[in-house]
């Protein structure tokens, strides 16, 4: 890496990528009204200012670099819903009222880099569960599948009213070419969102997605992130708690191969006091793939009583993967609890001898561990039809992990106590 | 006791056995049998090496065999032991209830038995239970080992007391039927409620056809579960075999006088 930044850091000149994102940002971006996307002139500023540097702490571990040779044509793609029962949808510029005014809040967050900015490039959809309403079925959304040499843009918002509830199952990441992909979502107070988002990105394929989530008081909100494709994939979660009472749970496994990057960034803020989050982020990394896993909890000054607890745990599956793990606890009240902790590790031995113990072959017992590590981030779901599409992804991704290679891990473990000398 | 116990089969056979643990000798030429039937206690001060026995019996990775032989009971005859990996002798009816039981958070409970109770089925040749059969025959054992159903949806031993932990150990071979059980310090952090519980289970589980033998630092254990020989482990070896009185005459006078 080091080889390289003297390339990088050179006087910014426009890249040929770099002008064609400018372009569509310039043409495209004047479908949204500058009233409800109001950090769009700083993008143009930042799209015209070239490509970010590698030795930004932003993108210190991402290949973005090999993103600039390609020359990718931004396309303001449509994504697909399923709407349940009783949950409407309209495009943003047809809101209005109260609905208007949550789409505005939320618009109002400049995304956390350009290239999640580039989902917001056309008129969102907006889909709206009225006051009290729980549908039985979730929602199901699906997003552009990607084209060749294009990069697909796409974003939608959700406003869920008081007490409503709402299952979101998200399917996303380009097959080939790239996606930017945005989720925002208001929870009102006493509403609950169980939020399934699966990324399964084909194996050249470059992905960026957002999600951020407003929680009101007494409000819910459970997300559970599985990632599993693409050359390079980065998520942005940003949870803002901002009333007493509302709770977050953002759990996530991500799973690599080959030379994946998997790069997940999440910020959660305690805004108000008497709020509580919960994270859980599983990495399982195989071959010369990388991991990151950056996670970053504000506790503002007012937010007495907050309770914020963070856990990221790590199998390394080959001595070549990669992780890079790394808290950022920011707390600014008293009287909080805040607690984190990292791990990094291959699979148990004094696990697998258990497994063992009780008959289980040993190749039987690292699927079983393996797949019992990677199914723990589903714990905040309540939902069985979440649970079971969830189960069902991540055992088959874990099944692909497992059966492509033989994994040398635990390879200590597997020496018996047979050998008499 | 010794004419009727030599008719009955010798189910496990441990001859000069030493074992070293990080080059150092823990098992300095120890002797056991094992007969189908019996119940054995083992016995000695810290650091004797009773854990260590239990360990190399079931196939635990960390220690060496330095010489000397274990042999098993396997389809009427005394097979090595030391050749099977853990599962194999797991299959073939070895069973270690540990003494520190292991989470495994991710796997339940029950799909964590079924695995188990399914694997040792197809090794044996009999047809794996179909789910709801298997649910019926674990409710079977959990009522030997007082357990709620509660237990059987979380994952494995996770959020788990001490003596639920130990509780889930006897569910286990429960399930699995060994024919040898080896229980190490199974009555360790136990109030004296879950070790009746405990004790139960495994009187329960006692038959003609399989042994048990229990490592114990303490006589409690023994007051539930008598012992027909009670061994006492010293520096690596067995320095002391008799019946149960020895287990008392050791609760009163200690380990001293043998040693």
Redesign the interface.
């Known amino acids: 890496m080091t080889g390289s930044s003297e390339v990088l850091h050179q006087t910014p000149s426009l890249s040929s990528q770099g002008a064609l994102v400018l372009e569509a940002w310039k043409a495209l971006g004047s479908d949204v009204g500058s009233s409800e996307v109001p950090w769009r002139q700083d993008l143009t500023q930042d799209f015209a200012r070239g490509w970010p540097s590698a030795r930004e702490e932003a993108w210190k571990y991402s290949p973005i670099a090999k993103l600039q040779e390609s020359s990718l044509r931004p396309l303001a793609d449509e994504l697909r819903f399923e709407l349940p029962e009783g949950v409407q949808a309209c495009r943003m510029s047809a809101a209005s009222g109260v609905v208007l005014d949550r789409v505005r809040d939320l618009m109002k967050i400049s995304p956390a880099h350009r290239f999640n900015a580039l989902a917001w490039l056309s008129d969102p959809w907006v889909v709206f569960v009225p006051r009290g309403v729980s549908p039985q079925a979730p929602l199901r959304v699906h997003a552009p599948r990607g084209e060749v040499n294009a990069w697909s843009c796409a974003g939608w918002l959700l406003v869920v009213d008081e007490d409503a509830r709402l299952n979101v199952v998200e399917q996303y990441g380009a097959q080939v070419g790239a996606l930017s992909w945005g989720t925002r979502m208001f929870l009102g107070s006493g509403s609950r969102v169980e939020h399934l988002r699966m990324q399964g990105a084909g194996v050249e394929a470059w992905g960026f997605a957002e999600s951020i989530a407003l929680v009101s008081e007494n409000a819910h909100y459970v997300q559970v992130q599985v990632s599993t494709g693409g050359k390079m994939c980065r998520e942005d979660a940003d949870v803002r708690l901002q009333g007493g009472g509302g709770q977050a749970h953002l759990d996530a496994t991500f799973m690599a191969r080959n030379e994946q990057v998997l790069d997940h960034r999440t910020s959660i803020e305690h805004e108000v006091g008497d709020t509580q989050s919960h994270q859980l982020y599983k990495g399982l990394l195989a071959d010369r793939s990388r991991g990151i896993f950056n996670g970053r909890v504000l506790i503002r000054r007012d937010a007495i009583g907050a309770n914020a607890a963070q856990l990221s745990q790590n199998l390394l599956l080959s001595p070549t993967a990669e992780i890079n793990t790394k808290p950022e606890l920011q707390i600014d009240a008293d009287d909080v609890k805040a607690a984190h902790g990292a791990a990094v590790g291959q699979l148990d031995k004094e696990h697998l001898f258990y497994l063992r113990s009780r008959g289980i072959s040993e190749a039987k017992a690292k699927e079983v561990l393996l797949l019992g590590f990677a199914l723990e981030a589903l714990r905040g779901l309540q939902d069985a039809e979440l649970m079971r599409v969830g189960r069902a992804w991540i055992e088959t991704e874990a099944n692909v992990l497992l059966t492509e290679r033989d994994t040398s891990l635990g390879a200590e473990a597997s020496r018996t106590s047979g050998s008499a000398t | 006791m010794s004419a009727a116990a030599a008719e009955k089969p010798v189910l496990l056979e441990v001859t000069d056995l030493h074992v070293n643990v990080q080059d150092k000798p823990v098992l300095k030429g120890l002797n056991l049998v094992v007969r189908a039937g019996e119940v054995h206690a083992i016995m000695g001060p810290n650091g004797s090496g009773k854990s260590t026995l239990s360990k ?1 019996i ?10 000397g ?1 274990i042999r098993f009971e396997i389809n009427f005859q005394m097979r090595d032991l ?6 194999q ?3 073939e009816g070895v ?2 209830a ?1 003494q520190y ?2 989470e ?4 339940s409970n029950r799909s ?1 038995l079924r ?2 109770y399914n ?2 089925c197809k ?1 044996q040749g009999t047809e794996a239970l179909s789910d709801a059969a298997f649910d019926q025959y674990l409710k079977s054992k959990m009522a030997l080992v007082e357990m709620d159903e509660k237990f059987l949806d979380r ?1 494995v031993n996770v959020g788990f007391s001490g003596g639920e932990k130990k509780r889930n150990e006897i569910l ?1 071979m429960a399930v ?1 039927s060994p024919r040898l059980a080896l229980l190490d310090e199974t009555d360790s952090g136990l109030d004296i409620d879950a070790l009746r519980i405990v004790a139960n289970g495994v009187n329960k589980l006692k038959s003609r056809h399989n042994a048990i033998v229990m490592v114990t630092h303490y006589q409690r254990l023994l007051d539930y579960i008598t012992p027909d020989f009670v061994h006492v482990l010293a520096d690596g070896k067995i320095v002391e075999t008799g019946d149960n009185s020895l287990a008392l005459k050791l609760e009163e006078k200690g380990y001293d006088w043998l040693l």
Request: net charge negative; no cysteine; hydrophobic share 45%.
């Open positions: 190399v079931a196939g635990h990775p960390d220690y060496e065999i330095v010489s032989r030391l050749e099977l990996e853990p599962d002798r797991a299959k069973f270690l540990f039981p292991i495994v958070p991710g796997v964590f695995t188990s694997a040792i090794h994952g286990q699995l």
